[in-house]
Nanobody, 119 residues
Framework: QVQLVESGGGLVQPGGSLRLSCAAS????????MSWYRQAPGKERELVAA????????NYAESVKGRFTISRDNVKNTVYLQMNNLKPEDTALYYC????????????WGQGTQVTVSS
């Protein structure tokens, strides 16, 4: 079965760090753009970070630039999001996304992992 399973979320104090993992199964992430999204209560889902499968270019939301880093390990078929200097505003449900650009287009979502930043 095609699955994306996020892990690594939890409760952390402001200024702390977390490393989220997204393990893919049933398909290879090699040919997919991998992204992390987040959604806080009462807010729309927003793109946090994206990583291409071609030249390795990245795209970050302005609010997390310099604090978050997205990476992938094609051998382990896993994507990561290193989050440093966390702020209360980072509190949200974080989702992993895989998007295949080749035809036929394919898109997969994980179930999400909760990140709560509070003192």
């Amino acid at each position: 079965q095609v699955q994306l399973v996020e892990s690594g979320g939890g409760l952390v104090q402001p200024g702390g760090s977390l490393r989220l993992s997204c393990a893919a199964s049933g398909f290879s992430i090699t040919f997919y753009v991998m992204s992390w999204y987040r959604q806080a209560p009462g807010k729309e889902r927003e793109l946090v970070a994206a990583l291409t499968n071609t030249d390795g270019s990245t795209n970050y939301a302005e609010s997390v630039k310099g604090r978050f880093t997205i990476s992938r390990d094609n051998v382990k078929n896993t994507v990561y999001l290193q989050m440093n200097n966390l702020k209360p505003e980072d509190t949200a449900l974080y989702y992993c996304n895989a998007d295949r650009k080749l035809l036929p287009r394919r898109n997969h979502w994980g179930q999400g992992t909760q990140v709560t930043v509070s003192s």
